[in-house]
């Protein structure tokens, strides 16, 4: 009981769980007002003062520093470099934090999970990949981002290809659907490519679409599970079909209709293609889609701004599709380093991004942060034979190229099927389950009480019981505690100190449990 009301009093003291007084603000914002650094700045300010909605302050270079890593690479800082960025004064370091990040391996994985749930890329039922085409179509996404190619010829290269799904690798956008018929692929396309769910569309321009795949063909080989996608023989005239637009398309026979339909999607003048990239990075970065749902883009679904829209869509289009300049872009705006503390209670404040928006960790992201802390590791499962299973042990889970390589720990915390390619397939919604699994499970006592790091920590630190709880708080909630939680945390340890390993075992759980550790701010 005295435990679970040190965990109520800390996370009461974290700042982001409501209490009767205001929470310390100044652990997660700087003093002053909202500047305009760059054009989505202007649109972001524009929108609220029409509304009257006080937009939030500069956050804290504590919160920024955990923020990006965890935006970024899906990870969390390590307590020097928190320091060293703390410590620096000059006045373009985040800037600098930013374009170093943007260039580390982390950041390609961490981003190709991102599209690897949205490619549906998964070697068992209902997609059925198979292992080896799993492999290749995740090291192709990831080497892209890597590599930054930019995201016309990322789309053109999906659409376009053909030939062995275990050789070129992304002929596997035509096989990771649930139906490989023309209607299955032009639904997978529209969602993936335009945000756009075709069932909703009026049936000419459905089935006009249709045809665009209509001679998409899947051939086996004498090697297991291998396919080759390629076209069927040419018909005897030309195809009729129809751009989502409704324009009217008539395909030659000896022309490949997939590359009508890519020339078509691809051009910088086209908002479907724009649109739904750059809604999508803003909605990871941001919390939330200029359009609300990013895979419901539709007249009856209109973007709570449009001209911050029209911004990040002449960004990316001026940049020559560079998806990483997007980033920068947005990763530098006042509007993504605004405080989590809201300074507008209006009803729209958060669709107009008058503050950043506090949400849940990924499965994937908070069980590699849990490994982090402790020094542990996770265990997966799958029905998928070895090799593919063997998971090195210091590998992330956001590293992890199979939809169907899984663990409890990730199912229980919303990780995504990857069976539809929907958003909504990631439950970021926080269960009783996961509360209790936080406060009370034997796996996190495992973690914690078997923790090589905290046994370590404390063997450095034994003796200056402050120091232990100083990087404690760096490694959890990557800033230093506050003189309040110091008091709290030396009246709870009593007379025995924090230094002892069963009192920093209580707080490691107790920080664990805090809405700060467990959400992104």
Known sequence: MRKLLFIIILALLAGLVRAAEPPPTATFEKRGSFSTRNPIDAAVLSALKRKNIKPAARCSDAVFFRRVHLDLLGMLPEPQQILAFLENRRGNKRAKLIDELLLRDEFAEYQALKWCDLLRV???FPINLWPNAVQAYYRWIRDSIRDNRPYDEFARALLTSS?????????????????????????????????????????DRRKGMEVFFSRVTYKRTAEWKEEIVTLSPAPAGPLVAM???????????????????????????????????????????????????PDDIREGNPPSNPKLLAVLEKELVSSGYDLRSLYRKILNSSTYQQ???????????????AHYIVRPLGAEVLIDALCQITGSTEKYMSAIPEPFTNIPEEQRSVALSDGSISSPFLEMFGRPARDTGLQSERNQNPTEAQRLHMLNSSDVQRRIEQSPRLGALLARSRRDPKKVVENLYLIILSRLPTARELDVIRKYAGRSGPGTRAAAADLVWALLNTKEFLYRH
């Open 339 to 353: 405080s989590p503390v809201p300074r507008s209670d209006h009803r729209e404040a958060e669709a107009l991004f």
């Open 163 to 203: 030939g062995s799904n275990f050789r070129v690798a992304p002929v596997n956008f035509l096989r990771a659907v649930q139906s490989r018929s023309p209607s299955g692929l032009a639904q997978a396309t529209a969602l993936t490519l335009m945000g756009s769910r075709i069932e909703q569309w009026p049936e």
């Open 122 to 124: 998964k070697a068992e």
């Open 243 to 293: 751009f989502p637009d409704g324009t009217v398309a008539r395909i030659a026979p000896d022309e490949d209709p997939r590359k009508i339909f890519a020339q078509w999607l691809i051009r910088p003048s086209n908002e479907w293609f724009t649109k739904n990239v750059v809604n999508r990075v803003w909605c990871w970065l941001v919390g939330r889609g200029v359009i609300h749902q």
